[in-house]
């Protein structure tokens, strides 16, 4: 199992099927062919395809506003790309810790892992990759307000106590200082174990 490109666990991302943005419709990624592979040999997209993931982003970006629905709209795009080269996208939804990126990684067990990283990688920055960096750009750090309740209960029985204000890591770090990081981090690790114990959670 292949980890994508997003934070260290490159968790990233899910997909929501949206209509045209902005006036013009993102064309979603099109099947293998359609041009020789750019650059050298050992890269698996085609010019075309590149093209298109450029354009497809381009589109997304097109007001300088990036919103969930543009994400999980490329994020489709980003799942069509490595269909056509016969990857899975393994996709838990967004990351409750930070709301910026999304659970995910990539398969396939008839590959190396390094293969499919590479694929990854190559679709990750056709489809998705600038408009993953502006929407974390343009939408703070904001934790599931569930998974923070649990959070500041653990904090409450170490004696940390932070205000109603405190929506996500940085603001704990912020409130509580940098020599209570480590007592931070480990609780939220604990809700995210008691809350999503089935699925990797990338903290940041």
């Given at each position: 199992m292949r980890m994508s490109h997003a934070g260290q666990l490159r968790v990233s991302i899910a997909?929501?099927?949206?209509?045209?943005?902005?006036g013009c419709s993102a064309s979603p990624p099109a099947d293998r062919g359609g041009g020789t592979a750019a650059?050298?040999?050992?890269?698996h997209l085609t010019e075309?395809?590149?093209a298109d993931g450029a354009a497809a982003q381009e589109a997304l970006l097109g007001d300088g506003v990036i919103s969930r629905a543009d994400y999980e709209k490329a994020t489709e795009f980003?799942?069509?790309c490595l269909q056509a080269h016969d990857v899975q996208l393994v996709n838990k939804g967004w990351n409750p810790v930070n709301q910026q990126v999304m659970t995910m990684w990539y398969r396939n067990p008839e590959l190396s892992d390094d293969?499919?990283?590479?694929?990854g990688d190559e679709c990750h920055g056709a489809w998705l990759g600038r408009v993953e960096d502006q929407f974390a750009k343009s939408n703070p750090p904001?934790?599931?307000?569930?998974?923070?309740?649990?959070?500041?209960?653990?904090l409450r029985n170490k004696?940390?106590?932070v205000s109603d204000r405190a929506v996500g890591i940085p603001d704990?770090?912020?409130e509580l200082g940098e020599d209570r990081r480590q007592d931070i981090r480990a609780c939220v690790r604990q809700a995210v174990s008691q809350l999503y114990p089935d699925s990797p959670v990338a903290i940041y």
């Open positions: 997909a929501l099927l949206i209509g045209g943005l902005f650059g050298s040999s050992d890269q075309k395809e590149r980003l799942g069509k293969e499919v990283g590479a694929i904001r934790m599931k307000p569930e998974l923070m309740l649990v959070v500041k209960e653990c004696n940390l106590a704990l770090d912020a």
